[in-house]
């Protein structure tokens, strides 16, 4: 069975710093990804980024960057200068590479970005 | 183009009534995947469609089900309703069953109230 570890309940963060939001994991499976969703007020979940197992570099999307290390079994999120829109629940999930892909989330981090 | 789209948005049911939530895929998504999340935890899996084909099933009861049809929407049926059944219902659709780097896009969800 795979599963998902978040830490963090709830960070505050001033506008314009850096924030790492903790993941780690656990996985029987040779192969898998890992992904992190941002989920707003208003419910929808948002795909931010994506580490697959075998990737040799460290996932990157814009702000976003996903910090992997697999020997820890660890891929944390880091969000540079954040803002205010970035204030969300944040969810770090675990799935096959193929097939049904059936995500396993994490409890979740309420991120808050103070002005 | 459009994304992920639900509906109803809002639903209120009593206990042992039957409900029905339906959702409509990206265009040119052929796979759909329901989560169920509850008021303070991660979404959990419930059933992954492909080519209107169960590939997946999440650790549910049999009260649960859903279909997809040939255009790719799904209905996820709910029957027998309990307290426990509140929550936020997310549909997602993905391209297909392939490459993990395919992530899932969700929808804003159908937040199902029991009295």
């Known amino acids: 069975a795979q599963k998902i570890t978040q830490t963090q309940p709830g960070m505050f963060v001033q506008e314009k710093e850096a924030v790492t939001l903790d993941c780690t994991y656990d996985t029987s499976d040779p192969s898998y990804g890992l992904f992190w969703y941002k989920q707003p007020s208003s419910g929808e979940m948002i795909f931010l980024i994506y580490q697959g197992s075998y990737d040799q570099q460290n996932a990157t999307e814009g702000r976003y960057s996903l910090n992997f290390q697999k020997a820890r079994k660890s891929a944390n999120l880091v969000i540079s200068a954040s803002q205010l829109g970035d204030s969300a629940m944040y969810f770090c999930?675990?799935?096959?590479?193929?097939?049904?892909?059936?995500?396993?989330f994490g409890q979740g981090t309420r991120l808050t970005i103070n002005p | 183009d459009a994304g992920v789209t639900q509906s109803p948005t809002h639903l209120i049911k009593t206990r042992g009534q039957h409900v029905t939530l339906r959702c409509s895929p990206i265009s040119g998504h052929k796979s759909v995947s329901w989560y169920q999340q509850v008021l303070g935890q991660g979404p959990q899996f419930i059933f992954q469609?492909?080519?209107?084909?169960?590939?997946g099933r999440g650790n549910f009861p049999d009260r649960f089900s859903a279909r997809q049809f040939p255009n790719y929407s799904s209905e996820l049926n709910v029957n027998a309703l309990l307290l426990g059944d509140s929550a936020l219902y997310l549909c997602a659709s993905r391209l297909g069953t392939g490459r993990s780097n395919q992530p899932q896009h969700f929808g804003d969800g159908t937040r199902l109230s029991i009295l």
């Open positions: 469609y492909y080519e209107k084909e169960e590939r």
């Open positions: 999930a675990i799935g096959e590479i193929q097939g049904a892909q059936k995500l396993v």
